[in-house]
């Protein structure tokens, strides 16, 4: 492995690195850090969780002049959580030199930004539209950039951005270096390292396999409607210690998170619209066992890593293989073993298959359990906390007490009450959960429209409109799902 003195990194910054734990170089750094600080235009084809931000941004801090109060350095990022986490690195790593990285997002007031835009950051982070309102407003002044960044293109060509890109890379002045990172090279991210980057050189990472190890993957086929009754009765079957819900819209986190809530779960959500100290308490409960599911969109959860995670559930299938794989990668950590299990309605089995292709895996099928399997899933809980509490033998002064009531009831009925007391019961409250286009493969390219009718999801046991009701199929504490004779067809 090749470390940062290796690569020539100035004493400020390999201060700041070995203070953040960082000693050996990931491969897109290795790589990429040499060229970058050589001057060269780099196209970085690589995933997420590789290493990027230290690969262009250490070449960047080395560039910039400190005694100068003026935007050197510009990386333009696909989302609001990306430039807020890669502005954060870039702090961190130049913490000794003296630059300062600043992120720029819409969402957020114009006029605060404007203020802390004139306090002269030398890198500045931004997403597309944010940057481009701030330029035409000459609020921002790009005409001192001498290195600029576009992490995760592809993402932002998936996003409509790719116009934007254009014009923010044609108004930098001529002679600027420009680094370009994506996991994917579709024709139009090509076009512009053509077009607009001069004799890039290419640092291509061998993309991990994106096969998962420890991980048993399973999906189940399901109407939309009636995925939050089946999300509620797999948690009450597997009583997860920790659990990850991916979905796929800030709505629909805030509404299942809410809905679960409503259920008796310790739920939290985090997506882009929270702020950063929201999302780091939501993190730290979840970290620390004070909130069991956590509710997440892929941008927010991107680069979690929290051991004990043992149930990733994508209540909303991802748009494209690599989300699936690092999703599905915050479990089955350190050698332990972990379950994901993707809700896929009927329209979107193709996408299923897609996914199954270019990871190079199957997802076992299950049936929906219903709630009678929830009943006994929680039961079984109580039965196993019973039976420890048996075997640690310290009974004893609870020995006349119990003679007492056996003298009064025979020990079924005394066993049964226990269990009763002991279970955790699903409250009835009915949730609301909006409900969402289905992704097709051509939907997994890019086109990302919703529909936000609400669906109506009543209590438990209400069989067709819920997901309660014996007509559900089920599976037992081993984790094997059986068809119910009932089920409907």
Same mark, same amino acid.
């Given at each position: 492995m090749t470390t940062f003195n290796e690569l020539g990194v100035s004493a400020p910054i390999m201060k700041a690195l070995n203070n953040m734990g960082f000693e050996e170089a990931t491969p897109i750094q290795a790589q990429t850090i040499p060229l970058g600080m050589e001057g060269n235009d780099v196209i970085g084809q690589a995933q997420t969780g590789t290493g990027k931000t230290a690969a262009f941004g250490i070449p960047m801090i080395e560039k910039i002049n400190t005694k100068q109060r003026k935007i050197q350095g510009l990386v333009v990022a696909p989302t609001r959580e990306l430039a807020i986490q890669v502005a954060e690195e870039i702090n961190r790593i130049g913490k000794f030199t003296g630059i300062r990285a600043l992120a720029i997002f819409g969402g957020q007031h114009m006029e605060r930004q404007i203020r802390a835009l004139?306090?002269?950051?030398?890198?500045?982070? +931004?997403?597309? @539209?944010?940057?481009?309102?701030?330029?035409?407003?000459? =609020? %921002?002044?790009?005409?001192?950039?001498?290195? +600029? *960044? #576009? !992490?995760?293109? !592809?993402?932002?060509?998936? $996003?409509?951005?790719i116009d934007d890109i254009r014009e923010i890379l044609k108004n930098i002045p001529e002679g600027h270096q420009t680094l370009l990172f994506s996991a994917t090279m579709p024709k139009e991210i090509r076009d512009i390292a053509t077009n607009l980057m001069n004799d890039p050189k290419e640092v291509k990472v061998k993309a991990k396999e994106m096969t998962v190890e420890n991980i048993d993957q399973y999906f189940i086929e399901i109407p939309e409607k009636h995925k939050f009754e089946t999300l509620n009765n797999h948690l009450d079957i597997n009583s997860p210690d920790l659990a990850i819900v991916f979905s796929r819209t800030k709505k629909r986190v805030d509404e299942i998170t809410e809905g679960l809530q409503a259920r008796g779960y310790r739920a939290e959500g985090i997506?882009?619209?929270? =702020?950063?100290?929201?999302?780091?308490?939501?993190?730290? &409960?979840?970290?620390? @066992?004070?909130?069991?599911?956590? *509710?997440?969109? !892929? *941008?927010?959860?991107?680069?979690l890593d929290i051991s004990g995670v043992t149930h990733v559930y994508n209540f909303d299938i991802p748009q494209d293989p690599e989300s699936y794989v690092h999703r599905i990668?915050? =479990?089955?950590?350190?050698?332990?073993?972990?379950?994901?299990?993707?809700?896929?309605?009927?329209?979107? $089995?193709?996408?299923?298959? #897609?996914?199954? &292709? =270019?990871t190079k895996s199957k997802m076992k099928r299950l049936m929906p359990p219903s709630y009678k399997d929830a009943q006994r899933g929680q039961q079984q809980v109580t039965i196993e906390k019973l039976q420890k509490t048996i075997e640690r033998q310290?009974? &004893?002064?609870?020995?006349?007490? +119990?003679?007492?009531? #056996?003298?009064?009831?025979?020990?079924?009925?005394? %066993?049964?009450?226990?269990l009763k007391m002991l279970t955790k019961e699903r409250k009835d409250t009915p949730v609301q959960i909006s409900s969402v286009a289905p992704i097709s493969v051509k939907k997994a390219q890019g086109d990302k429209r919703r529909n936000n009718n609400k669906r109506y999801y009543g209590g438990r046991g209400q069989g067709g409109r819920g997901q309660g009701g014996r007509n559900q199929g089920g599976r037992n504490r081993k984790g094997n799902y059986q068809k119910s004779r009932n089920r409907n067809k």
């Open positions: 004139k306090d002269g950051p030398q890198i500045v982070v +931004a997403t597309p @539209g944010r940057l481009l309102d701030h330029m035409r407003r000459r =609020t %921002i002044n790009i005409s001192m950039v001498q290195v +600029a *960044v #576009l !992490d995760e293109a !592809d993402e932002m060509l998936n $996003m409509g951005f997506h882009g619209d929270l =702020t950063q100290g929201k999302r780091m308490s939501v993190l730290n &409960k979840f970290k620390h @066992g004070r909130v069991d599911v956590l *509710v997440a969109t !892929d *941008v927010a959860a991107r680069g990668g915050r =479990t089955g950590r350190a050698g332990k073993t972990g379950e994901a299990i993707s809700f896929i309605t009927p329209r979107e $089995m193709a996408h299923l298959h #897609l996914i199954e &292709k =270019t310290d009974l &004893k002064d609870y020995h006349e007490a +119990a003679n007492d009531l #056996l003298q009064d009831n025979d020990s079924v009925t005394v %066993i049964a009450a226990a």
